[in-house]
């Protein structure tokens, strides 16, 4: 394998961004791939998968590069090549890098499930509490490098159709059972650059984010809120169920997501999206309004480390204590949103029962029969290959 000393150089650069700056690791990435055109597509696959993997496994390379005192960034680099199987350039920079102390810590390091999997002590002590014998497998597939999976926008297109237009341009795909407009990348392209995308045709979407604006039943003319969209991306697939009839009002804390969300709108064709910045009468005004309400709400994100590893090491113990209660906050406050007769879907991205089937099971105890549960579903990293999310179905009775 040939290294050239500019790539590596920029995943330095990077990983100096997002440990000591605390920048998140994709805006990072963007960044720097942006910062030379004439990067090829191998090139900017080994930047990016280079620095997203040595983030992923930081705790880990850490370990096996503690023999060296304090170990560089470059010797980070390093371990993990050795770690892969592959051999270092002769470059004066790796001369003192010895592969077999390296392989030897890490013959080491799988001893301990913290260290091998590569996850601070508190997360590991969390997992392990919450999910008990099955966290040793989700955590391992959290740390699985993420599949691309495409949504095919159903206002342009069908799935069968973007797959056949993707394969004329040497972009192949697999569909996925039980999700009609999801399509899964044999390997990874950047799909950003096609017509198809710049026309609207797809959005990137991971399968099980797929599956919670279907649980929300929504027809075309109803009056649906989605009350944490954030940049848009279930607010579209709403938007498609709908068959762009209907009033879908797109609500946020933060401005800049929905101007992102309109950006998105406008490409994807959707006109019945209005969107609105949460204040504090907004949630009082809209009071019994909604024929179905989603509730995606904030959270620690552990089902999706796959794709941003970063967070695992910036999160720390006492935000998840602040999240729950922002999510039962947002739950029993905005589900008053919800006419009679209405459903609520709650969902979060977390793998931690404690954000999501206790968040319920609490909602519906000190709601009494004012609340239902119809149905709730999880998908697993380790049994699905998804991300992790949770989402539960709520109707309230007329």
């Given at each position: ?32 791939l ?52 592959n ?31 590569s ?26 490098t993420?599949?691309?999976v ?81 940049a ?30 309109r ?52 999160m720390?113990?006492?935000?998840l ?35 999501s ?42």
């Open positions: 394998m040939k290294y050239h000393r500019v790539l590596v150089e920029a995943i330095v650069f990077s990983l100096t961004e997002i440990f000591e700056k605390g920048r998140q690791a994709d805006k990072v990435i963007e960044q720097v942006k910062s030379n055109r004439k990067w090829g597509a191998r090139d900017r696959g080994f930047i990016a998968e280079n620095t997203y993997e040595i983030v992923r496994w930081w705790r880990m390379l850490d370990f096996v590069t503690a023999h060296l005192g304090k170990p560089s960034y470059l010797d980070f680099f390093a371990a993990w090549q050795i770690l892969k199987g051999e270092l350039p002769p470059w004066a920079e790796f001369a003192h890098i010895k592969p077999n102390a390296i392989r030897q810590a890490y013959e080491e390091a799988k001893k301990s499930r913290k260290i091998r999997e996850i601070p002590d508190w997360l590991d002590e969390i997992g392990a509490a919450e999910l008990g014998t099955t966290w040793d497998d989700e955590l391992h597939a959290l740390n699985q993420a599949p691309v495409l949504r095919a926008n159903t206002l342009k297109t069908t799935a069968a159709a973007l797959k056949e237009a993707l394969a004329s341009k040497e972009i192949f795909a697999e569909t996925l059972p039980g999700l009609p407009d999801a399509l899964k990348l044999r390997e990874k392209k950047n799909v950003f650059q096609t017509d198809y995308f710049q026309n609207g045709q797809f959005e990137v979407q991971d399968a099980g984010s797929q599956r919670i604006a279907p649980m929300l039943d929504v027809h075309p003319g109803m009056r649906v809120i989605d009350a944490c969209a954030g848009g991306g279930k607010t579209l697939h709403l938007a498609a169920l709908m068959h762009n009839q209907g009033r879908l009002i797109a609500m946020d804390v933060e401005g800049w997501k929905l101007e992102e969300l950006r998105r709108a406008r490409r994807n064709g959707v006109s019945n999206v209005e969107t609105r910045v949460i204040e504090p009468k907004t949630i009082k005004r809209l009071r019994d309004t909604a024929d179905r309400v989603l509730l995606d709400v904030p959270c620690s994100g552990l089902g999706v480390l796959r794709r941003n590893p970063d967070s695992k090491w910036k720390k113990p006492d935000f204590t602040q999240i729950r209660q922002t999510q039962y906050e947002i739950l029993t406050s905005y589900s008053q949103m919800v006419k009679p007769g209405g459903k609520l879907v709650y969902a979060t991205c977390s793998i931690l029962p404690s954000e089937e206790e968040q319920v099971k609490r909602f519906l105890a000190e709601q009494g029969a004012k609340w239902q549960l119809l149905e709730e579903a999880r998908t697993s990293p380790a049994r699905d290959g998804f991300d992790g999310f949770y989402m539960a179905c709520l109707t309230k009775p007329l």
